[in-house]
């Protein structure tokens, strides 16, 4: 890469050197007289720069393809999630059509500017309108641009509409500078409510202990666990400054907006183990990153996604202790009518293990307070 | 000044009126001048100046993203303490670098440098009035600027640093100071400087739309006008409309800052503390920002684009092609840039049904783009192209509008946009498009009127070299950039060895930062060219591109009052080039019909009649007004 840049630099150098040598001369024949339109006109130089132009195309346009095809190798890997593999599908739809608009007209820019440059004794034709031409080259990109959007219009109402009805929700809330992770546990289906204000060093989350669906849920800092196949809702929020949820490979992007949740689901279709296979690269991993800018640790807001499969995940998360039981001294909080239900969230001295299986009932009660959670 | 006189004022008594200006004190005649021109050049030479300090920074983050691994300790006599402890740029100063580099270069350069130096300069000379409505309002637009720019560049070296979250300054990041040191004293200033620049911009957009409407010269209607002055009457007009937004934006982001209001904040928890501030929205302040910050794209974009109609058309030697076609796109464009802004935030939680609509909205304005490119390329065929380094510079606009704007296709897609926002795809898009357009608007704009702002010419060979070696230069920056876009590479990163996906690159990184580096030395060839041919440049003929607009009519020094005598009144259209059957190949604006039978289209032999009317017609001269 460094020798192409040295290289084109070079040429260009030379050619330039040329242009000034052989100008000089031209100018000393023509005895320093002031410049005007035709001394420039007629001499060398208008010769060396529309040529230069032909040039420039010849050789931009090859260094564009070779300097392409070289590229390629870094580009992402085919998408790891459905809609990624139809908006990359169109992502390269748009770009083939875009790609010979530019061709083509820098094609002709630069030819013409080569082809009709001055001529001594030659008159440029009078050609000030065509109302043909011109609406016929503003109805072509009229009907490529209405085709475009369609499908772009397509593709973005399916990826933005709700989420299935099974789709695990996972709540990811940026500060400066890392990613948190809140699972809606084994218990419940549901993430509890939070509060902003209820924020203190052992719960950077403000999980409000009022609401019991908060009672199993799962905080995780280092890493995301997924499921494969089955549909994931980000439940974003941010807790100091905009941030942005970008898992490049899943072509996920979303802002995270302080005191506004927003939200983005998608299918991951490839497990971390079988994108290690695909590419050959035993450490493979899905990353998620920040795309909007936070303050000085933005460019190292990293955590890594694994996806897994559902008995996995599913082994992964019973591995989980709730943040209730990792932080007793929050029992506290709860109030004294859901105290019975806390308690099996107790760590050690708790009389009865987490039993799943009562988990369902309690399902309808906290239904009515999680509102806030959008 | 609309009295009704007869236009039989002799020139003696203009000469009289002549004098009486001369007597103006260096102070009054310099600095604080009310004359268009001086103002104009005031403006260029104040762009010069942050187009240098602007791309310097640049160059900066590029040695960090390029060479990560380099030590900076050489820069230490000029950073000091914002290269740390291990030699290396502050990751801080790294983000104020990046936000700086946009702020001076959209606004301080783009903005004020190329529409105030070419609006001032050539909408008199070309509509054929004595200077602007308002000379005062003129001067002090001008020096609004100054002051802001003062502010600005005093925020380079205060200790808690300049401004750093972005040139879009997003709260809740720019409102706190406890999120980034940036964000105290050096975001109040950027504030403050930015809410007089908006001033500034008002009273010049205000003058030139006055100045187009009303001081045109007898005989020049709308659509005789340049393609100059249509863009710089629109872009003129953008600016009126949108700026206030961008400083009730600013406004409410100070009360949030100062003021304990909110309407950016809601539910912060920073510093160990959680703000009492509730209900605000960060999203509304996206909302006023882009209602400017798209249009500001056209404000940066339409004075190049006219600027190269213009310089097309002279040095093809051809009309332009489709002059009422490109007047009706760039109405078009004017009109869907306020309709588009939200398209930069299709992955911000705004609803997605708006999102939707804005894609819609923002594909549009790729037609009347589109139309655009093809006249430029149109107007060259079967010219008779004198390449002068103004026209080198136009040429290569088009190719950056043509290959900056088609990707524009792809990133308003709201779909498509989710992977490749925020990433180095818009850097390279938005660089191309505007950025680069619009210098080489600027830089073809001072090779093509240096004779009429300085009456010496400008080196052409020099010209030629600078212009192939930055616009080679360019593409070899801003190309690649695509690639790592594609990869997903994130804007405002200040190194990628964190991610695993974002590791490779690491010699593209290098290659487009030594790219930059050359582009940005060639601009010295620019620079000594320019300096040394203000005082030693050649002599300049008074017409020297053989250009039809009027203010090549002007003497090679013009004064106060731009003519000697009266305004010449105007009979066609500029774009009389290479027409059939005349004796050269440019008839000037202010030729009448009468007097080039030979070359007459059948319809323009009806306009002779016509003459008389319009040399009677009464105009706005202010020189005719007693004082």
Same mark, same amino acid.
């Given at each position: 890469m460094v020798y192409l840049v040295g290289l084109l630099s070079l040429v260009f150098l030379v050619l330039a050197i040329l242009v000034l040598t052989r100008l000089t001369s031209v100018l000393k024949g023509v005895n320093g007289d002031t410049p005007t339109q035709e001394s420039e006109g007629a001499s060398v130089s208008n010769r060396v720069n529309g040529f230069l132009f032909l040039i420039f195309f010849v050789v931009g346009a090859a260094a564009a393809a070779w300097s392409f095809i070289h590229a390629s190798q870094f580009f992402l890997p085919e998408a790891s999630s459905p809609h990624g593999r139809h908006t990359d599908n169109l992502f390269w739809l748009t770009m083939s059509v875009i790609t010979i608009a530019f061709v083509v007209t820098n094609a002709l820019l630069f030819y013409f500017a080569f082809k009709y440059q001055y001529r001594k004794n030659h008159k440029a034709t009078y050609y000030p309108e065509n109302h043909k031409l011109e609406l016929i080259w503003t109805v072509i990109p009229a009907v490529v641009m209405a085709l475009l959007v369609f499908t772009g219009w397509r593709a973005w109402r399916d990826i933005t509409k709700e989420a299935p009805e099974n789709a695990l929700a996972i709540e990811i809330v940026g500060k400066q500078f890392n990613w948190e992770m809140r699972y809606p546990g084994v218990d419940n289906d549901k993430l509890g409510n939070y509060n902003y204000k209820l924020i203190d060093a052992a719960n950077s989350l403000g999980i409000d202990l009022e609401d019991e669906s908060s009672f199993d849920d799962v905080t995780v800092s280092n890493e995301m666990h997924i499921p494969v196949n089955r549909p994931v809702l980000l439940k974003i929020r941010a807790k100091d400054v905009l941030h942005s949820v970008f898992i490049p490979h899943m072509r996920v992007k979303m802002d995270a907006v302080p005191g506004m949740p927003t939200r983005f689901w998608f299918v991951a279709d490839k497990t971390t183990e079988q994108m290690r296979n695909e590419t050959g690269n035993q450490n493979f991993k899905y990353e998620i990153a920040c795309t909007e800018v936070c303050g000085q640790g933005h460019f190292s807001m990293r955590t890594t996604l694994i996806v897994e499969d559902e008995d996995s995940y599913n082994k992964w998360m019973a591995e989980q202790k709730p943040w209730l039981t990792k932080n007793p001294?929050?029992?506290?909080?709860?109030p004294e009518k859901l105290k019975a239900k806390a308690a099996k969230y107790a760590p050690a001295d708790a009389a009865a293990p987490a039993d799943s299986t009562a988990a369902p009932v309690e399902e309808g009660v906290g239904a009515t307070t999680s509102a806030s959670l959008r | 000044m609309a009295t009704v006189e007869t236009n039989a004022a002799s020139s003696a008594v203009h000469v009289e009126e002549h004098d009486h200006h001369e007597e103006l004190s260096f102070l009054r005649k310099y600095v604080f001048s009310e004359d268009h021109k001086t103002i104009a050049k005031q403006y260029m030479f104040s762009g010069i100046f942050w187009a240098i300090i602007g791309a310097s920074l640049s160059v900066l983050f590029r040695l960090q993203l390029g060479f990560p691994n380099m030590t900076l300790e050489w820069l230490r006599p000029i950073l000091g303490g914002w290269i740390d402890e291990s030699g290396k740029l502050d990751k801080e100063f790294y983000l104020a670098l990046v936000t700086m580099h946009g702020t001076i270069m959209v606004f301080?350069?783009?903005t004020a440098g190329l529409s105030g130096t070419f609006s001032n300069f050539l909408i008199p000379l070309q509509v054929g009035a004595r200077d602007m409505a308002s000379g005062f309002l003129n001067m002090l637009s001008y020096w609004f600027f100054f002051l802001s720019s003062v502010l600005m560049f005093s925020s380079l070296f205060i200790e808690t640093g300049p401004a750093s979250g972005g040139w879009v300054i997003y709260p809740p990041l720019s409102a706190l100071p406890q999120a980034m040191s940036g964000s105290g004293l050096g975001m109040t200033l950027w504030l403050m400087s930015m809410a007089i620049f908006i001033v500034s911009q008002l009273l010049g957009g205000i003058n030139y739309i006055t100045t187009v409407i009303n001081l045109r010269t007898r005989g020049m209607s709308f659509s005789k006008m340049p393609l100059t002055i249509w863009a710089f009457l629109l872009t003129a007009i953008l600016g009126l409309i949108s700026f206030p937004v961008l400083l009730s934006a600013a406004l409410l982001l100070i009360f949030d800052r100062s003021m304990g209001t909110s309407f950016y904040l809601s539910e912060i928890y920073i510093g160990g503390e959680a703000l009492p +501030?509730? @209900? @605000? #929205?960060p999203i509304l302040f996206q909302h006023l920002f882009w209602f400017l910050g798209h249009p500001e794209v056209y404000i940066v974009l339409l004075p190049a684009l006219g600027i190269t109609s213009e310089i097309i058309a002279t040095n093809a030697r051809k009309p332009i092609f489709g002059y009422r076609a490109m007047i009706a796109s760039m109405i078009g464009i004017a009109f869907l840039a306020f309709i588009v802004w939200a398209h930069h935030m299709f992955v911000t939680g705004m609803n997605p049904f708006l999102g939707s609509i804005f894609m819609f909205l923002t594909l549009i304005i790729a037609v009347p783009s589109a139309v655009k490119a093809f006249n430029y390329i149109t107007t060259l065929w079967r010219g008779n192209i004198v390449f002068t380094p103004a026209m080198l510079f136009s040429i290569g606009l088009v190719s950056f509008f043509i290959s900056g704007g088609l990707t524009g296709i792809i990133l308003g897609n709201s779909a498509l946009d989710i992977?490749? !926002?925020? &990433?180095y795809f818009v850097v390279a898009h938005f660089h191309l498009v505007m950025g680069a357009a619009s210098a080489f608007g600027f830089l073809a704009g001072v090779y093509h009127w240096f004779p009429k702002f300085f009456g010496r010419m400008m080196n052409p060979t020099l010209g030629h070299i600078h212009f192939w070696l930055t616009f080679v230069g360019i593409y070899l920056v801003f190309f690649p950039l695509h690639y790592i876009g594609i990869a997903g590479f994130p804007r405002r990163y200040y190194s990628f060895t964190t991610y695993e996906a974002f590791r490779t690159f690491g010699d593209l990184n290098m290659f487009v930062s030594i790219a930059a580096i050359f582009t940005f030395t060639a601009q010295f060839i620019f620079l000594w060219n320019f300096f040394y041919s203000i005082f030693k440049g050649k002599k300049a003929a008074l017409n020297p591109w053989n #250009? +039809?607009?009027?203010? %090549? &009519? &002007?003497?090679? !020094?013009? @004064?106060? @009052?731009? %003519?000697?005598g009266e305004i010449p009144p105007v009979y066609r259209w500029p774009y009389d080039y290479s027409k059939p059957g005349a004796t050269s190949d440019f008839i000037p604006q202010n030729v009448p019909y009468s007097q080039t039978p030979e070359s007459n289209l059948p319809h323009e032999n009806a306009l002779i009649a016509l003459e008389k009317e319009i040399e009677a017609q009464n105009y706005n001269d202010q020189f005719k007004q007693p004082h």
């Open positions: 001294e929050y029992l506290a909080r709860v | 301080f350069v783009l +501030n509730i @209900g @605000g #929205s992977q490749l !926002h925020d &990433t #250009s +039809n607009t009027l203010e %090549w &009519t &002007t003497p090679l !020094h013009p @004064g106060h @009052g731009n %003519w000697p």
